[in-house]
């Protein structure tokens, strides 16, 4: 795969820029010109974690990567328990801001939950493509709920964002993944605000992307690594089954940071299911 930079050569390549809407600042990164393709990270990363989708789809698309509320400099929302209909809001309030309609949205893990409900009210959304993507525990019992909730609200409170990365980063990548996508794991994750970690552990555990997926009819591709643990296979073809209009895709051969890991062939499987849909 392609190296993947220091944490200085992200932000020097790709340095964050912020916008301020609706009394809320927003942070962000952004290359390319053309069709806008929105990025939305996971609950363990950020905009900086999009390096190699930055460089490389910018050359036919305006990428633009949040950071989601509660992350990097971008105001966190309101509730100190929220639901993802309440980033996807956030998520439209940046899009009118930077004056963009999104030709493709794309969301990561925790990202996929504020990506499916930003998709259930927008079906003029040309395509939606979710990778590794959470379900979320809005759907089951308050235990249940806690029980996945509490143990992040927990661990960042006693680690802190450098321990956690230090402990958890193992997790999101296979065990052949490079150091360069090490470090980048483990660089992004290091950056979290402890607060924003915790409003998006709730997300987690209050939101339902299965539940939003009827309400959205475009073209839909779901991505999972072979290697993922965090949210294996198992857990992403039922995703795709939720939707009227969906693909699945297995990566071979990657973690759960399916996209960090080996960006050429996340970026070519987003590129052939547009050629696809383009006929």
Request: proline share 7%; hydrophobic share 35%.
């Amino acid at each position: 795969m392609d190296s993947v930079p220091t944490e200085h050569a992200v932000d020097s390549r790709f340095p964050t820029r912020t916008i301020e809407a609706d009394g809320r600042t927003f942070s962000y990164r952004e290359s390319g010109s053309g069709p806008a393709m929105v990025l939305l990270h996971g609950i363990g990363s950020g905009s900086g974690s999009w390096f190699s989708q930055l460089k490389e789809l910018s050359s036919d698309y305006r990428v633009i990567a949040w950071d989601a509320p509660g992350y990097g400099a971008t105001t966190p929302v309101d509730n100190a328990s929220p639901i993802a209909t309440e980033y996807a809001a956030a998520l439209e309030i940046l899009l009118t801001a930077l004056g963009v309609e999104p030709a493709i949205l794309v969301g990561h893990s925790f990202g996929a939950l504020s990506a499916g409900s930003y998709a259930s009210t927008h079906s003029e959304l040309p395509m939606l493509i979710l990778a590794d993507p959470a379900n979320g525990y809005g759907a089951v019992d308050e235990e249940t709920r806690a029980s996945k909730r509490d143990p992040r609200i927990n661990a960042i409170r006693t680690l802190g964002p450098t321990g956690l990365a230090e402990k958890r980063s193992s997790a999101l990548l296979s065990a052949n993944a490079s150091d360069d996508a090490w470090d980048l794991v483990r660089w992004n994750m290091s950056q979290l605000n402890p607060g924003g970690y915790e409003q998006a552990a709730h997300v987690l555990a209050n939101s339902h992307l299965i539940g939003d997926a009827p309400a959205y009819d475009g073209p839909v591709l779901v991505m999972c690594g072979s290697e993922d643990t965090v949210t294996p296979e198992t857990v992403c073809r039922p995703v795709a089954d939720a939707y009227p209009n969906a693909r699945y895709q297995t990566l071979p051969g990657v973690g759960h940071a399916s996209y960090v890991e080996n960006g050429p062939q996340f970026n070519a499987a987003i590129r052939e299911y547009i050629a696809g849909q383009h006929g």
